[in-house]
């Protein structure tokens, strides 16, 4: 038996407010201030939500903007591996609501599509001894963007609201969540692999440092990073950068 592998799920409480500029933000304050984990926070309409790099969030009513905190502990797991909890639960939950279930897929790091459209995303931010999680979800509306397809639940069947959805996914976090901390990464990476497009998927990486790298998908290593077969037949794993289906 592994150490701790049988802890329960915490407890989640869910807070609402009608606005705010973004629930990362506010929840960065409140673990600061002694904030417990468990804890989140939905904004019906958020005006400064953001995504990963800096990038703006649209933030409509209708779609689910909300974050949580997870005190993180010695024995825990590379706190960055949170981001594949994080979509292993926002992709189930997804595939809940979405007739077509098969459809929700994950993209790394941490984006989930919807026919290869995506439909939701995730940010941690490092808050002293916590990292908080955002999460965006389109459920009713999606913006265009130059640079990917997107789409929203609605569009697929789903008729969701962002109450129930937030419900779901926190109870499905927690669990996931609990397996991550008393298992480790190893259950939290097979899921989200049965999830992901297929091995052999063409892909480009554009890395930090503005260089892409084009390859095939060639699965996550130990750590959660991604991993592509160069058309050299070498392997070349990927740390950090926004990844785009070929």
């Known amino acids: 038996m592994v150490d701790g592998c049988c802890e329960s799920p915490v407890l989640s409480v869910i807070r609402t407010v009608a606005e705010t500029g973004s629930t990362n933000a506010d929840l960065i304050a409140l673990a600061r201030s002694g904030a417990e984990e468990?804890?989140?926070?939905?904004?019906?309409?958020q005006t400064a939500g953001r995504g990963r790099q800096g990038?703006?969030?649209?933030?409509p009513p209708g779609n689910l903007h909300?974050?949580?905190?997870?005190r993180l502990r010695r024995t825990d797991p590379a706190a960055a591996?949170?981001?594949?909890?994080?979509?292993?639960a926002v992709a189930?939950?997804?595939?809940?609501?979405?007739?077509?279930s098969e459809a929700?897929?994950?993209?790394?790091?941490?984006?989930?599509?919807?026919?290869?459209?995506?439909?939701?995303?995730i940010l941690l931010e490092r808050a002293d001894d916590a990292v908080v999680v955002g999460t965006g979800v389109n459920l009713v509306g999606h913006p265009d963007l130059p640079d990917r397809?997107?789409?929203?639940?609605?569009?697929?069947?789903?008729a969701v609201e962002a109450t129930a959805f937030l419900e779901t996914l926190a109870e499905t976090f927690a669990r996931w969540l609990a397996r991550w901390r008393g298992e480790g990464l190893a259950p939290v990476r097979h899921r989200w692999l049965e999830m992901a497009h297929p091995v052999g998927t063409a892909l480009t990486a554009r890395l930090p440092d503005g260089d892409a790298v084009e390859g095939l998908f060639d699965g996550l290593d130990s750590d959660g990073a991604l991993v592509l077969r160069l058309a050299d037949g070498t392997r070349r794993v990927i740390h950090a950068g926004d990844v785009f289906l070929v």
Do not use: C, F, M
């Open 92 to 100: 189930e939950t997804a595939r809940v609501y979405v007739p077509k």
């Open 81 to 88: 591996s949170l981001a594949l909890v994080t979509a292993v």
């Open 104 to 121: 929700v897929t994950i993209k790394w790091p941490n984006d989930v599509l919807v026919e290869g459209a995506k439909v939701a995303g």
């Open 66 to 70: 909300a974050s949580t905190l997870v």
């Open 55 to 59: 990038r703006e969030w649209v933030s």
């Open 38 to 45: 468990g804890l989140w926070l939905r904004a019906e309409r």
């Open 149 to 158: 397809p997107t789409t929203d639940l609605g569009a697929h069947g789903s």
